[in-house]
């Protein structure tokens, strides 16, 4: 009798859940994503349903629509995930990781993944047609526009999830320890494996590349206009200021204190009237970058004027 008490001892042992540090660690991640992910998301959500600036914005649907991503990431997948990790010996650990749920958590997942970044892909395209094409981007997105967008990524979204989920079977999701969730298997389902990469990312990474490059050219080509910077070696080129003025009788130029020695501002003689009055030619040169600023003042029929 001792020894089969020992024996029961022996095995209640074994089969409890032993933590070590690594376990532990991912035990209080994972607790961290899932609370400050539900404190952020829920917060967006207050500030967009209780403005109405915000949410007659509509870029922020697509903000919205992200949130939704996220707490859908956060209520299920991520649970499945700590499940596996807190108790891997468990029944229910062996039906996330072996059962219908590995196969729900798996479409979830790829599900949202793929909606957020084909959001993602959207904002970028607002962006590029605020800063691009601002005249058309009141017509283009409108809020019935903007809903018909979301709509096709989540189409789209459910298109590229949805293969193992079909009676036929063409493909499955398979528990990956390093990742704690199901996901698509390259070496088991090669094909579907690169499919949900074209969709979720081959497709929306190269549209969000070419809108953010095109925003910046934009941008800069707009900021050497309004600014007149051509090229970085603009502060070694200059802007030629040049006028025309007749000089009092009695009257030379260095008269004026801005015509002096050092003040930068260069004359030559070209006409002596018969009264005595000078006519001058004032030349000031002066750094391109400096050219927008207030110009120099000259002498011009014994008057300061800005020229």
């Known amino acids: 009798m001792s020894t089969d008490n020992g024996n029961e001892t022996s095995n209640e042992t074994t089969n409890s859940e032993d933590y070590d540090a690594h376990q532990i660690l991912q035990i209080i ?76 958590t798996g479409f979830l997942s790829v599900l949202v993944c793929t909606a957020s970044s084909l959001t993602l892909a959207c904002i970028a395209v607002e962006r590029y047609i605020a800063a691009v094409h601002p005249l058309h981007y009141v017509r283009m997105f409108k809020q019935r526009q903007c809903l018909a967008v979301l709509t096709i990524c989540w189409v789209w979204a459910a298109l590229t999830a949805i293969p193992p989920l079909l009676p036929s079977k063409p493909a499955s999701f398979i528990y990956h320890p390093g990742t704690k969730r199901c996901s698509p298997s390259l070496k088991s389902d090669c094909w579907y ?60 130029p260095t008269d004026y204190p801005q015509v002096q020695k050092g003040s930068g501002i260069f004359h030559t003689p070209i006409m002596v009237t018969p009264t005595g009055t000078e006519s001058h030619i004032f030349t000031n040169q002066i750094p391109t970058k400096d050219a927008n600023r207030p110009q120099v003042q000259i002498a011009k029929r014994g008057k300061l004027v800005d020229f």
């Open 29 to 104: 991640s994972l607790l961290g994503i899932i609370v400050v992910g539900v404190i952020l998301n829920c917060t967006v959500l207050l500030v967009f349903f209780g403005s109405r600036v915000v949410r007659n914005t509509r870029s922020n649907f697509c903000i919205i629509n992200l949130v939704i991503c996220d707490m859908i990431f956060l209520a299920i997948v991520i649970p499945m995930s700590f499940i596996s990790v807190a108790a891997p010996r468990s029944e229910v650990a062996y039906t996330v990781t072996q059962g219908p749920l590995c196969q729900m």
């Open 193 to 252: 494996f690169w499919y949900c990469v074209l969709m979720g990312y081959g497709i929306p990474l190269p549209i969000m590349t070419v809108c953010y490059v095109k925003i910046t050219i934009v941008i800069r080509n707009h900021r050497r206009k309004v600014f007149g910077i051509k090229t970085r070696t603009a502060t070694k080129t200059t802007t030629v200021l040049q006028a025309t003025a007749t000089l009092p009788q009695g009257r030379s």
